[in-house]
């Protein structure tokens, strides 16, 4: 079942600052570990489970249009767009805050087949 298109600023925010659950999107690190020697955090960060998914499989799902990938430069776009200035205002601090988490937001649903669940022991 392809994904809706239309993102909403709202939503990513409150998803990002964890306002709100049940929004349309998983937040994914591309890296493991807690914290990486560029000053930069991974998942590893954020938790002891750690959910891994190929660039393989995701870019699959993306091509089939069950999931779309929003990077920091999409999120930033998005929320820069909206039409109220409270919300435009939050676009580079949460770019920010993404990238110094290498986040990606991923809208859809991701098959549990293709899901691997590891820890994190460090």
Known sequence: MPIR???DAVDIIEHLQQKKTGN???SFSTKRARK???GTRGA????KKILKVSTDN??????????RVITP???????????????RIQAGNIKSNMQRNNELLIQGQIPSSIILQMTDDK
Request: proline letters at 5%; one cysteine or more.
């Open 5 to 7: 298109c239309d993102v």
């Open 24 to 26: 349309p999107f998983v």
């Open 36 to 38: 990486i020697s560029d």
């Open 44 to 47: 590893g960060f954020f938790g």
């Open 58 to 67: 995701l870019d699959k799902l993306v091509e089939s249009g069950a999931v």
């Open 73 to 87: 430069f999409d999120v930033y776009d998005i929320i820069s767009a909206h039409p109220k200035k409270q919300i």
